[in-house]
């Protein structure tokens, strides 16, 4: 039997791992929220009606939460915290204390017990993304030992990167010091169903939905990759139960698709797969700090443990635009 911790369980990436997790009868989960910003919709309720699954609804900045918490964890997934572009503008001052205080108190908690699980952190490719902006240098594909740069402190947007980019240090020194594994994961663009309302993907499949033309676009000519939500979880499950894993006691590691697309083919894509396409397109910049290209180079996980993604972007933007056709937002 193992027992996992998952934070930010109610969250996107915390329930659709919490789904893989339990295709393993012997797993029991343990999934801790606030539910802020992750919903107890009714997805959620299915999964916690599975015994093997406990939900806990508790505030991770509060340091007096984790004297409650169980001592017998093997593996921990701290996917908890305030990620979405628009908080980093509306409030940049609690994405910086959420994030580092939850991470701060886990890892102080993980030093103190006698029995110490396995770490999942995930970090994020905004930790590395300024270095483009502000040297124009950055390998394409981009391996994981590139520095790690806020390229403008007083821009918001380098807020959410700033809370990783400690998160990573917090995490590889507390390890190291504590004697502890530690996987440190940096997803590059999961998508799926039930991925809130305020990412790229889920605005346009509203946007389809209401036939809203003009159509806005921004910066049409950005590339991303995008990686779906089914293989990115086993790839951290993956990292996490992997033998070799154990034997290097941390390692960071990127996880991500390797089709890299212009944001104007990706809304292509998910026209054609609507079987609507807008009259017009109103083409708008992005805003300041926006990266121009990203592209994980995942050689590293293949040789660790020979993951790669396995869903085509045009299954995954499918499967993506039913859900929210099905699951629409309400007001």
Known sequence: MKKILITGG???????????????????????DNLQRGKMDADLAELLENGRVEF?????????????????????????AVNGTKWFYKIPDEVLRINILSLVYILEWIKGLAKKPKLCFTSSNEAYAGALESFNQLPI?????????????????????GTKLIGEQLVIFYAQVHNFPAVIVRPHN???????????????????????DPFVLYSPDE?????????????????????????????????????????????????????????NLEIKPSPAGSVKRRLADITKIKNLV?????????????????????NPKIS
């Open 10 to 32: 109610a969250g996107f990436i915390g329930y659709h791992l919490a789904i893989r997790l339990l295709i393993d009868p012997l797993n029991q989960l343990v999934l801790v």
């Open 56 to 80: 806990i609804q508790a505030d991770l900045t509060q340091e007096s939460f984790y004297k409650t918490l169980p001592t017998d964890f093997d593996h921990v997934y701290h996917l908890a």
């Open 141 to 161: 594909p981009t391996p994981e030992n590139v520095p790690l740069v806020i390229s403008d402190t007083y821009n918001p947007r380098w807020t959410y990167a």
């Open 190 to 212: 999961f998508y799926g169903p039930r991925a809130g309302y305020d990412h790229v993907l889920p605005e346009w499949c509203a946007k389809i939905r209401q036939k809203m």
């Open 223 to 279: 590339t991303r990759t995008f990686c779906y939500i089914s293989d990115a979880v086993e790839a951290m499950q993956i990292l996490m139960d992997s033998s070799v894993m154990n034997n290097s006691p941390i390692e960071t590691v990127h996880i991500g698709a390797t089709d890299e697309v212009t944001m104007q083919d990706l809304s292509e894509k998910l026209f054609a797969i609507a079987g609507w396409h807008p009259q």
């Open 306 to 326: 020979g993951w790669e993604p396995k869903t085509s972007l045009e299954d995954g933007l499918k499967k993506t635009f039913e859900w929210y056709q099905k």
